[in-house]
Every structure is written in structure tokens, then in C-alpha cells.
């Protein structure tokens, strides 16, 4: 475990630590502890014990400077400094971990604002994905990701209007088996005890919410047994609507009937956008890194104009709209030199290779010097969140017309008024976006 906020944990026989930060006075504040003993079944949570039970007479705690004191002990004063530095450039309000030492699972929720979340009647004043990944990868990539994505969570809940703060949580483990209840509790209590509403994320099957829901706790969204089923198709839906809008606002035309796209990835996504966009007249381009998905799409769609190119050549191509569906960081400062699109608008996260908020604007006004309509994804692909508040909130009852008549109402008109906006202070729309969010948190 090198270079890991878990190391003293796990030797020290502590199994929860806090890294906060407080953007306000610029200061931060660590508090460490061992708050059950090893041995611990949790697969008896919410049966025998629940998230405040105090799980041992042997409790230890830890302050600001003890805790400093432990990992300059352990040799990781550096890194811990790197992750505290990451807070303050993010304006982060921290770092929630938990350790369990019978499978090595280590948790941490990333948490950007709780802004949105607080003087409301909701349990979890946070939402954000959970996504695992694997135990070899370099802990400070983990939190790199998962920083990034929480503070993505809170400009998508202003974006969706949702009162929720905004976060990320990642996993490090072992591929979860759905018969270990051991694992499953112990993300369930962990989850409860950082108040946040959630649902499976990359490399996490989306049982796992079915399971949890059923035996350990009501936070997790986005199961099989969903009444709304998979997040993908109206994250499909809703970046649908935010490029007609794009177009409208363009071009003053009401349909893309005639126009040309490229899909990049035919996921759970990117096959429903390219779908809609068939369905509306859209010569079609797509590409998957597995074949057989764009085949099979193409065998699907033989009524409408659908052309398969490979991975590697379809951002070359000559066509009206570039659609990222797939991994993010396909774009950089190259490959928008060689583009030949009018509007890039997808649904993937991430879509412009950057590495801060600075280096994607910097990105984004280059695309719209080209002439290039981009605004930042987040600020389109919000239907996902939108869809796991829905069923959040509403349960066996969540309303896949309510769900839509949502989408309809928000993201077409904040894609509006985001373009206007960003025209009328003749900034990019991805500027805009984030002036706007950053209005709305930290402007208090």
C-alpha cells in the first residue's frame, strides 16, 4: 500500500479518517480514529448495529496535530500535502475515508459542496456516483478522479436544479461478488455515514444497488429493479435536447433532420443518442471499440443513412456534429486543430483532455475560435443525476413521464441560457457554466 492515506490506518488499527477543508479561511483539518474493532460483521448492518452505534468500548481519536504527527511518522508527509493542496484548488470541503481491514476495502467520498444540499428535507444532502477501482492503481489518481468528479456533481445539480451537495465516491477492492455481504454492508454503512444518495458507477455492477437496497440501506439508485431503469437512456434523452437547442440557437432551425453526426461509443449512452438522432433524420456516423456494437446498431437502423468508421479515424471526419459518448479525454489541443465539426456536443464526461478548470477553458476557447459551438458536458448531461434523484426520492413510485417531463423542462432551457448568456458577455459557454456554478456555491 505505498503512498496511501490508508497505510497508518491499517497499521495503527484505525479504521476512519477526515480531511477537511474550509475555502473561507483557507485552513484544513484532520481527525483520525478507530471507531470498531477488527472483526467487525458487517453484514449485520442495520440489523445489529446501525451507521451511530458506538461499535466499541476501546474508541481512539485523534486531532489535527496528532494526526499530522502519524503520517509524518510513516514517511507520507508529501503526499498527504499533494491532497490537501488538490482540496484547496478545488475549494473541496474534503476527503471522508473508511478502512476495512477483513477485505482491504478502502472508501473515500470525495466531497466537493455541500452548498445545495443544506436547510433541505432530503437525508442525503450529497449525490454522487460510486465507482471502484482497482487496488494497484496509484491511490493519488484515485483521488484525482474522484475530486474531479465531485466537483463535477455539484455544478450538475445547479445545472438540474437539484437540491443536492455534490460528490464522488470511490472503492478500492477487489471485484465485488454480490454473495458477500461482508463487502456490501460495509459500503452501505459507509455511504450512510458521509449522507449521501448514490449509484453504481464504472466497474461496479448495478445489482449492487438491488442487493443493498434490499438488506442494508435506501441510498443507492439506479438497480435493475429501478422503476425508471438505466440512468443511460434519458442521459441520452436530455443531450438530445441540449443539442437541438445548440443548433436552434445557431442556426434558427428546429430540427436535425438533414445534418450529419459522429457517435463515439455506442454504450448505454451513446446507443440511445445515436438512436434519437436516427430517429430525427441524422446521417450517422459511429464508431465502438468493439465492432460488433457498431454492426449491430447499423443491422438495428437499416432504415436510416448509418455509416461505421473506425475508432482512430472517426474524430477526421467531415460532418456537422461531434458526439463524445465513451471515455473522456479525447480531445486536446491537436486534435482540435484537425477538426472539421460545427458543434461538439456528447454525453461523456470529460471530454476535453484537461487537468483543471483552467486548462479546459483554455481548450474550449480554442474550439470556439475555430468557429466550434462546445459547451462543458456537465452542463447537458445532467438527465442521469436527474433520473437517480427521481427514483431517489420517490422510490417503487418514481415516474418515468415525471423523469421526462423534467428533462424536458431543464436541460434544453439551461443549454439556452447558457449560450445566450456566454454570447451576451462574450465569454465560451463552458466559461459561462462555470461562472455561473461558482456563483451559485460560493457566492455566500
Not at 505505498?2 to 477543508?21: V, W
Not at 484547496?88 to 482491504?104: C, K
Not at 428535507?121 to 471502484?132: D, E, Q, S, Y
Request: charged share 25%; aromatic share 8%; glycine share 8%.
Amino acid at each position: 500500500m505505498d503512498d496511501s492515506i490508508f497505510t497508518p490506518l491499517a497499521d495503527a488499527g484505525l479504521t476512519s479518517l477526515k480531511i477537511q477543508y474550509d475555502w473561507r479561511t483557507d485552513e484544513h483539518r484532520l481527525w483520525a480514529a478507530k471507531e470498531w474493532d477488527r472483526g467487525l460483521d458487517f453484514s449485520q448492518y442495520n440489523s445489529a448495529f446501525d451507521a451511530l452505534t458506538l461499535l466499541t468500548p476501546s474508541g481512539i481519536t485523534l486531532d489535527n496535530d496528532a494526526t499530522h504527527a502519524l503520517y509524518a511518522e510513516y514517511g507520507l508527509d508529501a503526499h498527504l500535502d499533494r491532497v490537501l493542496e488538490f482540496l484547496r484548488q478545488g475549494r473541496h470541503v474534503g476527503i471522508e475515508a473508511y478502512y476495512d481491514a477483513e477485505r482491504d476495502i478502502r472508501f473515500m467520498c470525495h466531497q466537493h459542496s455541500r452548498k445545495r444540499g443544506l436547510n433541505t428535507k432530503r437525508h442525503a444532502i450529497l449525490a454522487g456516483g460510486i465507482r471502484r477501482h482497482p487496488r494497484n492503481e496509484p491511490e493519488i489518481d484515485v483521488i484525482i478522479d474522484g475530486l474531479n468528479l465531485g466537483r463535477a456533481m455539484s455544478f450538475k445539480n445547479v445545472a438540474a436544479d437539484l437540491d443536492f451537495g455534490g460528490c464522488k465516491t470511490t472503492v478500492q477492492m477487489d471485484e465485488l461478488d454480490l454473495e458477500d455481504l461482508h463487502a456490501l454492508g460495509f459500503i452501505a454503512f459507509a455511504i450512510d455515514r458521509c449522507r449521501t444518495m448514490t449509484g453504481p458507477d464504472m466497474n461496479f455492477p448495478t445489482a449492487m444497488a438491488d442487493v443493498i437496497n434490499a438488506r442494508f440501506s435506501q441510498q443507492f439508485t439506479g438497480g435493475p429493479r429501478s422503476p425508471l431503469g438505466e440512468s443511460g437512456t434519458p442521459t441520452a434523452y436530455g443531450t438530445f435536447l441540449a443539442m437541438k437547442e445548440a443548433v436552434r440557437f445557431q442556426e434558427g432551425r428546429d430540427s436535425l433532420r438533414g445534418m450529419s453526426a459522429a457517435v463515439v461509443g455506442l454504450g448505454a449512452v451513446g446507443w440511445h443518442l445515436a438512436d434519437l438522432l436516427a430517429e430525427g433524420g441524422v446521417k450517422l456516423y459511429v464508431a465502438d471499440l468493439n465492432p460488433a456494437r457498431g454492426e449491430a446498431f447499423a443491422a438495428q437502423r437499416r432504415d436510416s443513412d448509418v455509416t461505421i468508421v473506425e475508432v482512430e479515424e472517426i474524430l477526421d471526419l467531415d460532418a456537422d456534429i461531434l458526439c463524445p459518448a465513451a471515455v473522456g479525454g479525447i480531445i486536446d489541443e491537436d486534435v482540435i486543430g484537425r477538426l472539421k465539426f460545427r458543434y461538439v456536443f456528447g454525453p461523456a464526461n470529460n471530454q476535453l483532455k484537461a487537468t483543471s478548470q483552467a486548462e479546459e477553458e483554455r481548450l474550449a476557447k480554442l474550439l470556439a475560435d475555430r468557429g466550434i459551438l462546445f459547451q462543458t458536458e456537465w452542463w447537458h448531461n445532467t438527465a442521469g443525476v436527474m433520473c437517480g434523484a427521481e427514483e431517489y426520492i420517490n422510490g417503487a413510485n418514481a415516474s418515468p413521464a415525471t423523469l421526462r417531463a423534467r428533462i424536458e423542462a431543464t436541460v434544453p432551457v439551461k443549454t439556452r441560457q447558457n449560450l445566450e448568456q456566454a454570447h451576451a458577455l462574450g465569454i465560451t459557454p463552458t466559461e459561462n457554466a462555470y461562472r455561473t456554478c461558482v456563483d451559485a456555491i460560493y457566492n455566500v
